[in-house]
């Protein structure tokens, strides 16, 4: 259980990131632009932010690494 609670916070921003992309991506018409580039935008933008924060780095990992592949 301690496992899992490391890896939710990463989880939890990287969803939410794929629904913001997805709203955004919702709002161009005919969909030029991809809500995967709204999602690479918005994550290099809080890069250094989230950075500071510890708790969501196994989660984003775990995503980067396992999920997406």
Avoid: D
């Amino acid at each position: 259980m301690k496992n899992v609670k490391k890896y939710v916070a990463g989880i939890v921003l990287t969803i939410g990131l794929a629904l913001l992309s997805q709203i955004i991506s919702s709002f161009i018409p005919k969909n030029i632009i991809s809500p995967g580039v709204f999602a690479l935008i918005i994550g290099m933008l809080l890069n250094p932010f989230i950075r500071k924060y510890s708790s969501f780095e196994w989660g984003i990992n775990f995503v980067a690494k396992k999920v997406l592949k």
